[in-house]
């Protein structure tokens, strides 16, 4: 028991935004403190003037030395905001270094948890009734697209000739129908003698020449 109160506790180490935040306040400061250190500098070189102007001279040396001695210390105040630059950029680094190493690992548990409930068995059964639903649904409409009743009975073949009967005598019509192509009479010239216009060929002569010429 008493060797327990005696033992001192461990202190957990401080984390490292605690870290951060300390020599972030430590810099401040150290600047508020060059701050001060600047304007005591200012004040003693005006010391020093007013002296130099009332021919005291071992008082303006006086506020001179006083002035080296806060340059001396601004320039060792100025050395720890370096070192204090330092080491934040050093544990920013290796925060920002721990957090990388943090999510990777949060990424495979994730991962690892995700493989874990799965199984290649399953995986391949799943593929196996994707197929077998895409195949039936296939066969569902190719089922559905055939013929049924009447429509079934009919001869495609049957169907096609009657079809290219009804082309020919279409166009059989539309031959005798075609009226023919005379070309047209020149405007007559008072200067010619007028020549009779010839009649127009009946339809029984048009019909009659057709037919010559698709007996050649």
């Known amino acids: 028991m008493l060797k327990r109160l005696l033992t001192k506790p461990k202190k957990e180490p401080p984390s490292a935004l605690s870290t951060l935040d300390r020599l972030h306040e430590t810099l401040e400061m150290l600047e508020k ?13 005006e010391k020093a003037k007013d002296c130099t102007k009332a021919k005291n001279k071992k008082a303006a040396i006086q506020c001179l030395k006083k002035k080296k001695l806060y340059e001396a210390q601004i320039e060792q105040l100025r ?19 721990t957090d990388v190493i943090d999510a990777l ?10 493989q874990q ?3 290649i068995d399953d995986v391949e059964k799943t593929m196996e009734q994707a197929n077998e639903h895409t195949e039936n649904m296939r066969q569902i409409q190719e089922a559905l697209a ?32 075609s009226p023919s192509t005379v070309p047209a009479a ?9 020549r009779e216009t010839p009649h127009p060929a009946s339809d029984v002569d048009e019909l009659a020449a057709l037919q010559t010429e698709m007996a050649l």
């Open 105 to 114: 690992q949060a990424g495979s548990s994730a991962v690892k948890s995700m």
């Open 146 to 177: 055939m013929p049924v009743g009447a429509a079934a009975d009919f001869d495609e073949d049957e169907l096609e000739a009657e079809l290219e009967d009804m082309e020919g005598e279409e166009l059989e019509e539309e031959l005798l129908q």
């Open 186 to 194: 020149p405007l007559p010239n008072s200067n010619q003698p007028r």
């Open 79 to 97: 050395n720890f905001q370096l070192r204090v630059h330092d080491q934040m950029i050093v544990l920013e680094g290796a925060k920002a270094t």
């Open 117 to 119: 409930s799965l199984s």
């Open 33 to 45: 403190k060059e701050h001060v250190l600047q304007k005591k500098i200012s004040i003693e070189v």
